[in-house]
Protein backbone atom coordinates (compact mmCIF):
# COMPACT_ATOMS: atom_id res chain seq x y z
CA UNK A 1 0.00 0.00 0.00
CA UNK A 2 1.42 3.26 -1.14
CA UNK A 3 -0.80 5.13 0.98
CA UNK A 4 1.00 6.86 4.09
CA UNK A 5 4.47 5.06 2.86
CA UNK A 6 7.61 6.83 4.04
CA UNK A 7 9.77 6.78 0.82
CA UNK A 8 12.87 6.32 2.83
CA UNK A 9 12.88 3.40 4.93
CA UNK A 10 16.80 4.89 6.91
CA UNK A 11 14.19 7.68 7.93
CA UNK A 12 11.95 5.27 9.92
CA UNK A 13 13.62 5.75 12.98
CA UNK A 14 13.32 9.23 13.18
CA UNK A 15 9.36 9.02 12.72
CA UNK A 16 7.55 9.18 15.60
CA UNK A 17 5.89 5.97 16.33
CA UNK A 18 4.55 5.88 19.05
CA UNK A 19 0.68 4.35 19.82
CA UNK A 20 -1.48 8.04 20.62
CA UNK A 21 -3.66 7.10 23.99
CA UNK A 22 -7.43 6.47 22.79
CA UNK A 23 -9.61 8.88 22.04
CA UNK A 24 -12.03 10.61 24.92
CA UNK A 25 -14.95 9.40 22.67
CA UNK A 26 -13.87 5.54 23.29
CA UNK A 27 -15.29 6.21 26.98
CA UNK A 28 -18.60 5.96 25.88
CA UNK A 29 -18.49 3.09 23.92
CA UNK A 30 -17.00 1.17 26.93
CA UNK A 31 -19.86 2.60 28.74
CA UNK A 32 -22.45 0.67 26.99
CA UNK A 33 -20.60 -2.80 26.87
CA UNK A 34 -19.45 -5.96 28.87
CA UNK A 35 -16.46 -7.40 28.30
CA UNK A 36 -16.12 -10.40 26.89
CA UNK A 37 -13.71 -13.30 27.41
CA UNK A 38 -13.58 -14.29 24.16
CA UNK A 39 -13.76 -11.49 21.85
CA UNK A 40 -13.84 -12.96 18.19
CA UNK A 41 -10.49 -11.84 16.32
CA UNK A 42 -10.00 -12.26 13.00
CA UNK A 43 -6.67 -11.16 11.64
CA UNK A 44 -4.99 -12.20 8.22
CA UNK A 45 -3.51 -10.27 5.66
CA UNK A 46 -4.98 -7.90 1.76
CA UNK A 47 -4.41 -10.79 -0.61
CA UNK A 48 -4.91 -14.13 -1.07
CA UNK A 49 -2.60 -13.87 -4.86
CA UNK A 50 1.20 -13.81 -3.78
CA UNK A 51 3.53 -15.31 -5.44
CA UNK A 52 6.39 -14.95 -2.30
CA UNK A 53 3.77 -17.05 -0.07
CA UNK A 54 4.72 -20.15 -2.20
CA UNK A 55 6.82 -22.17 -0.18
CA UNK A 56 6.35 -19.42 2.87
CA UNK A 57 2.90 -20.37 3.93
CA UNK A 58 1.85 -22.28 0.85
CA UNK A 59 3.50 -25.26 -0.23
CA UNK A 60 6.54 -25.10 -2.45
CA UNK A 61 4.51 -26.60 -5.23
CA UNK A 62 0.96 -24.50 -5.13
CA UNK A 63 -0.77 -23.66 -8.55
CA UNK A 64 -1.82 -19.87 -8.45
CA UNK A 65 -5.32 -21.58 -9.21
CA UNK A 66 -5.20 -23.02 -5.56
CA UNK A 67 -3.89 -19.85 -3.72
CA UNK A 68 -7.05 -19.01 -1.71
CA UNK A 69 -7.47 -22.37 -0.99
CA UNK A 70 -4.25 -22.45 1.07
CA UNK A 71 -4.65 -18.84 2.47
CA UNK A 72 -8.50 -19.50 4.17
CA UNK A 73 -6.59 -22.72 5.80
CA UNK A 74 -3.75 -20.61 7.25
CA UNK A 75 -5.53 -17.46 8.28
CA UNK A 76 -8.90 -16.23 8.96
CA UNK A 77 -9.99 -13.20 7.21
CA UNK A 78 -8.95 -11.36 4.32
CA UNK A 79 -9.16 -7.67 3.51
CA UNK A 80 -10.94 -8.26 0.06
CA UNK A 81 -9.34 -5.48 -2.39
CA UNK A 82 -10.29 -7.44 -5.35
CA UNK A 83 -13.93 -6.18 -4.63
CA UNK A 84 -12.56 -2.27 -4.77
CA UNK A 85 -11.89 -3.03 -8.56
CA UNK A 86 -15.21 -5.01 -9.58
CA UNK A 87 -18.07 -5.98 -8.15
CA UNK A 88 -17.87 -9.67 -7.52
CA UNK A 89 -19.95 -12.27 -9.78
CA UNK A 90 -21.94 -15.12 -9.12
CA UNK A 91 -19.64 -17.38 -10.14
CA UNK A 92 -16.66 -15.48 -7.86
CA UNK A 93 -18.97 -15.53 -4.67
CA UNK A 94 -19.63 -19.30 -5.26
CA UNK A 95 -15.82 -19.87 -5.26
CA UNK A 96 -15.17 -18.20 -2.26
CA UNK A 97 -17.79 -19.14 -0.45
CA UNK A 98 -16.89 -22.68 -1.54
CA UNK A 99 -12.94 -22.53 -0.16
CA UNK A 100 -14.30 -20.62 3.03
CA UNK A 101 -16.80 -23.40 3.70
CA UNK A 102 -13.80 -26.53 3.03
CA UNK A 103 -11.00 -24.37 5.35
CA UNK A 104 -12.39 -26.75 8.75
CA UNK A 105 -12.53 -23.32 10.56
CA UNK A 106 -14.28 -20.17 10.33
CA UNK A 107 -13.58 -17.66 8.13
CA UNK A 108 -15.13 -14.39 7.21
CA UNK A 109 -14.21 -11.87 3.84
CA UNK A 110 -14.02 -8.36 4.29
CA UNK A 111 -14.93 -6.74 1.05
CA UNK A 112 -13.97 -2.78 -0.05
CA UNK A 113 -16.73 -1.31 -1.16
CA UNK A 114 -15.76 -0.53 -4.96
CA UNK A 115 -13.97 2.46 -6.06
CA UNK A 116 -16.52 3.55 -8.75
CA UNK A 117 -18.88 4.35 -5.97
CA UNK A 118 -16.50 5.69 -3.14
CA UNK A 119 -13.65 7.37 -5.74
CA UNK A 120 -15.19 8.04 -9.09
CA UNK A 121 -18.60 9.08 -7.82
CA UNK A 122 -18.17 10.11 -4.30
CA UNK A 123 -21.16 7.88 -3.02
CA UNK A 124 -23.42 10.35 -5.20
CA UNK A 125 -25.46 9.02 -8.28
CA UNK A 126 -24.16 5.00 -7.20
CA UNK A 127 -27.66 3.21 -5.68
CA UNK A 128 -27.94 1.06 -8.80
CA UNK A 129 -23.96 0.26 -8.44
CA UNK A 130 -24.41 -0.47 -4.40
CA UNK A 131 -27.44 -2.35 -4.31
CA UNK A 132 -25.41 -4.53 -7.10
CA UNK A 133 -22.65 -4.81 -4.84
CA UNK A 134 -24.37 -5.39 -1.68
CA UNK A 135 -26.38 -8.14 -3.35
CA UNK A 136 -23.40 -9.48 -4.59
CA UNK A 137 -21.48 -9.88 -1.02
CA UNK A 138 -24.39 -11.03 0.97
CA UNK A 139 -24.20 -13.95 -1.01
CA UNK A 140 -20.87 -14.70 1.03
CA UNK A 141 -23.77 -15.55 3.90
CA UNK A 142 -21.92 -16.52 7.04
CA UNK A 143 -18.43 -16.13 5.55
CA UNK A 144 -19.38 -12.42 5.01
CA UNK A 145 -17.97 -10.11 8.10
CA UNK A 146 -17.02 -6.28 7.99
CA UNK A 147 -17.56 -4.21 4.86
CA UNK A 148 -15.10 -1.16 4.67
CA UNK A 149 -15.83 2.15 2.86
CA UNK A 150 -12.63 3.93 2.07
CA UNK A 151 -12.93 7.60 1.39
CA UNK A 152 -10.82 9.44 -1.03
CA UNK A 153 -7.98 11.99 -0.12
CA UNK A 154 -10.53 14.49 -1.31
CA UNK A 155 -13.42 13.49 0.60
CA UNK A 156 -13.51 15.89 3.21
CA UNK A 157 -15.91 17.25 6.00
CA UNK A 158 -17.43 19.45 4.20
CA UNK A 159 -19.14 16.32 2.23
CA UNK A 160 -20.52 15.11 5.63
CA UNK A 161 -24.13 15.31 4.56
CA UNK A 162 -23.29 13.17 1.22
CA UNK A 163 -21.95 10.28 3.34
CA UNK A 164 -24.60 10.26 5.83
CA UNK A 165 -27.14 9.97 3.41
CA UNK A 166 -25.28 7.37 2.17
CA UNK A 167 -24.71 5.41 5.27
CA UNK A 168 -28.25 5.82 5.90
CA UNK A 169 -29.09 3.93 2.41
CA UNK A 170 -27.55 0.62 3.31
CA UNK A 171 -28.72 -2.11 5.00
CA UNK A 172 -28.52 -2.63 8.55
CA UNK A 173 -28.06 -6.03 8.77
CA UNK A 174 -24.34 -4.97 6.54
CA UNK A 175 -21.49 -3.92 8.89
CA UNK A 176 -19.59 -1.13 7.71
CA UNK A 177 -16.53 0.88 8.63
CA UNK A 178 -15.36 3.93 7.34
CA UNK A 179 -11.38 5.00 6.53
CA UNK A 180 -11.26 8.72 6.71
CA UNK A 181 -8.17 10.19 4.61
CA UNK A 182 -8.71 14.23 4.23
CA UNK A 183 -6.58 15.27 7.17
CA UNK A 184 -9.77 18.14 8.14
CA UNK A 185 -12.03 15.18 9.53
CA UNK A 186 -8.88 14.23 12.17
CA UNK A 187 -9.41 18.54 13.11
CA UNK A 188 -10.37 17.54 17.53
CA UNK A 189 -13.68 19.20 17.35
CA UNK A 190 -14.86 17.35 13.62
CA UNK A 191 -13.34 13.98 14.72
CA UNK A 192 -15.16 13.82 17.94
CA UNK A 193 -18.60 14.97 16.73
CA UNK A 194 -17.81 12.33 13.76
CA UNK A 195 -17.22 9.82 15.86
CA UNK A 196 -20.58 10.56 17.87
CA UNK A 197 -22.25 10.64 14.53
CA UNK A 198 -20.98 6.92 13.49
CA UNK A 199 -22.14 6.09 17.20
CA UNK A 200 -25.29 7.08 16.08
CA UNK A 201 -25.81 4.91 12.80
CA UNK A 202 -24.10 2.63 14.44
CA UNK A 203 -21.36 2.47 11.70
CA UNK A 204 -18.25 1.91 12.48
CA UNK A 205 -14.35 3.69 11.80
CA UNK A 206 -11.56 2.24 9.96
CA UNK A 207 -7.79 2.91 12.36
CA UNK A 208 -4.66 3.19 9.56
CA UNK A 209 -1.36 2.91 11.05
CA UNK A 210 1.02 3.94 8.73
CA UNK A 211 4.41 5.28 9.10
CA UNK A 212 4.22 8.48 6.96
CA UNK A 213 0.63 10.05 7.97
CA UNK A 214 -0.07 9.52 11.88
CA UNK A 215 -3.38 11.37 11.77
CA UNK A 216 -5.28 8.35 10.38
CA UNK A 217 -4.05 6.64 13.36
CA UNK A 218 -6.49 8.47 15.33
CA UNK A 219 -7.31 5.62 17.91
CA UNK A 220 -11.23 6.40 18.00
CA UNK A 221 -14.38 4.25 18.24
CA UNK A 222 -17.56 4.37 17.16
CA UNK A 223 -18.50 0.94 18.45
CA UNK A 224 -16.95 -2.21 20.48
CA UNK A 225 -15.34 -3.76 16.93
CA UNK A 226 -12.14 -2.54 15.75
CA UNK A 227 -11.21 -2.69 12.27
CA UNK A 228 -7.46 -2.00 11.89
CA UNK A 229 -5.15 -1.94 9.01
CA UNK A 230 -1.54 -2.47 9.85
CA UNK A 231 1.45 -1.00 7.46
CA UNK A 232 4.61 -2.72 8.27
CA UNK A 233 7.91 -1.57 6.83
CA UNK A 234 8.92 -4.53 4.95
CA UNK A 235 10.62 -6.41 8.18
CA UNK A 236 12.25 -3.38 9.86
CA UNK A 237 12.67 -3.52 13.27
CA UNK A 238 9.95 -0.71 14.28
CA UNK A 239 7.23 -3.31 13.12
CA UNK A 240 7.71 -5.24 15.86
CA UNK A 241 7.67 -2.56 18.37
CA UNK A 242 4.64 -1.07 17.05
CA UNK A 243 2.85 -4.81 17.17
CA UNK A 244 3.97 -4.94 20.66
CA UNK A 245 2.56 -1.24 21.57
CA UNK A 246 -1.16 -2.73 19.55
CA UNK A 247 -0.91 -6.12 21.20
CA UNK A 248 -0.88 -4.16 24.83
CA UNK A 249 -3.21 -1.84 23.55
CA UNK A 250 -5.46 -4.65 22.69
CA UNK A 251 -5.18 -6.62 25.47
CA UNK A 252 -6.57 -2.83 27.60
CA UNK A 253 -9.33 -2.40 24.87
CA UNK A 254 -10.58 -6.35 25.23
CA UNK A 255 -10.65 -5.73 29.06
CA UNK A 256 -12.49 -2.12 28.46
CA UNK A 257 -15.33 -4.53 26.52
CA UNK A 258 -13.77 -4.42 22.88
CA UNK A 259 -16.38 -7.36 21.34
CA UNK A 260 -14.43 -8.03 18.21
CA UNK A 261 -11.19 -6.95 16.44
CA UNK A 262 -10.73 -7.11 12.36
CA UNK A 263 -6.68 -7.28 11.87
CA UNK A 264 -5.31 -6.62 8.62
CA UNK A 265 -1.88 -6.92 8.04
CA UNK A 266 0.08 -5.45 5.49
CA UNK A 267 4.17 -6.84 4.85
CA UNK A 268 4.74 -3.19 3.00
CA UNK A 269 6.71 -2.71 -0.32
CA UNK A 270 8.70 -5.84 -2.25
CA UNK A 271 9.48 -7.75 1.13
CA UNK A 272 6.06 -9.07 2.21
CA UNK A 273 6.60 -10.05 5.49
CA UNK A 274 2.68 -10.48 6.86
CA UNK A 275 2.96 -13.97 7.13
CA UNK A 276 5.92 -13.85 9.66
CA UNK A 277 4.23 -10.20 11.21
CA UNK A 278 0.69 -12.04 11.45
CA UNK A 279 2.62 -15.36 13.19
CA UNK A 280 3.40 -12.93 15.37
CA UNK A 281 0.87 -10.91 16.25
CA UNK A 282 -1.21 -14.06 16.87
CA UNK A 283 1.80 -15.77 19.18
CA UNK A 284 1.29 -12.47 21.44
CA UNK A 285 -2.35 -12.09 21.37
CA UNK A 286 -2.18 -15.83 22.62
CA UNK A 287 0.02 -15.37 25.28
CA UNK A 288 -1.21 -11.45 26.07
CA UNK A 289 -4.87 -11.59 25.85
CA UNK A 290 -5.72 -15.20 26.73
CA UNK A 291 -6.78 -16.45 22.94
CA UNK A 292 -6.84 -19.56 21.10
CA UNK A 293 -6.25 -18.58 17.83
CA UNK A 294 -4.96 -20.87 14.78
CA UNK A 295 -1.22 -19.85 14.35
CA UNK A 296 -0.42 -19.81 10.69
CA UNK A 297 2.37 -22.71 9.64
CA UNK A 298 5.08 -21.45 8.27
CA UNK A 299 7.11 -23.78 5.54
CA UNK A 300 11.09 -24.34 6.81
CA UNK A 301 12.98 -22.02 4.67
CA UNK A 302 15.88 -23.92 3.03
CA UNK A 303 19.21 -21.84 3.59
CA UNK A 304 21.76 -22.21 0.09
CA UNK A 305 24.48 -24.11 1.02
CA UNK A 306 22.92 -25.74 3.99
CA UNK A 307 22.65 -28.85 2.07
CA UNK A 308 25.97 -29.08 1.74
Known amino acids: MDFGKVANPATLDSVALSLPPGHAFNARVWANVTPNARPEVFIGGPVWANKDYVGKVYPSTAKEKDFLHHYVRQFNTIELNLTHYQIPTTAMIDKWKTEAAGSGRPFVYCPKFPQIISHERLLQGAESLTDEFINAIFGLEEFLGMSFLQLPPVFGPDKWLTLERYLRMLPDDLDVAVEFRHPDWFKPAIWTQTLERLHALHRHTVITDVAGRRDVLHMGLSSPVLTLRFIANEGHRTDYSRSDAWI ?6 FDK ?29 NEQCSLNLQEPVLQPQVVQGSLF
Open 248 to 253: ERLKKW
Open 257 to 285: GLQTAYLFIHGGGDNDTAPELIRYWVRQL
